[in-house]
């Protein structure tokens, strides 16, 4: 079931996009769980990556650490530590990206926001649960950047959190202080579909006005 942007009240009159780019980032754009068997070239994961970091945090701390796994080895051990249930798609995927937050951040703040690094830094370098909250919190936000800008890039995206995230840790962040959070499948989708869209919540069921 495709969603009509001309059905949604005054969508059409109140988005800045045309009705392509909306429907294509929004409106028509579903989870893929099969795959074509086109691949995914560097220079679009760098393109997806340019309109991801372009995304707000807080403090500008862009916590988000992305690993690809492309070859075949790669992917074999990323699929030993994911839910029975994901590994088929995760193993044929075009690409997939794990995705984790630096647990130190804070130490790129002289370059992300020098006006006010000398204040901050200290702060966060004593508050290590504060630290830690605010980097896990700001990757997940930037984790949705990251879904639309695969969609953007023309690609369908499968994102999940059934795995095993001390596993993969253990696996692909072994020598940093990355903490992993999100793995996302991506690609061209086979064209298969699972079932209708899910219902979406209604406006006055999700919102209140104050």
């Known amino acids: 079931m495709s969603i009509d942007i001309a059905s949604e009240p005054d969508l059409n009159n109140q988005l800045i996009l045309d009705a392509d780019a909306a429907a294509a980032l929004f409106m028509e754009a579903r ?45 074999e051990r990323l699929v030993e530590h994911m839910m029975d249930g994901n590994k088929a798609k995760t193993l044929t995927a ?9 647990q130190e951040w804070h130490a790129l703040m002289p370059t992300t926001a020098p006006h006010m690094a000398d204040m901050l830094m200290p702060m966060f370098e004593a508050n290590v649960e504060s630290r830690i909250a605010a ?23 499968g994102p999940m959190t059934g795995f095993n995230p001390s596993g ?32 979406r919540l209604d406006f006055d069921l999700a919102t209140v006005t104050l």
């Open 31 to 75: 989870t893929a769980n099969s795959w074509s068997d086109e691949k995914v070239s560097d220079e679009t994961l760098q393109a997806i990556y340019a309109l991801t970091k372009m995304g707000p945090t807080a403090f500008n701390g862009q916590p988000l650490r992305i690993t690809w796994v492309r070859s075949s080895e790669a992917r």
């Open 168 to 199: 993969v840790d253990a696996e692909f962040n072994g020598d940093s202080n990355f903490k992993s959070f999100m793995v996302v499948n991506m690609g061209k989708p086979s064209g298969d579909v699972d079932r209708d869209r899910l219902h």
């Open 94 to 102: 075009p690409m997939v990206a794990v995705l984790s937050f630096s």
């Open 135 to 157: 980097g896990n919190n700001n990757a997940h936000v930037q984790a949705g950047y990251f879904i639309l800008a695969a969609r953007a890039a023309g690609l369908a995206v």
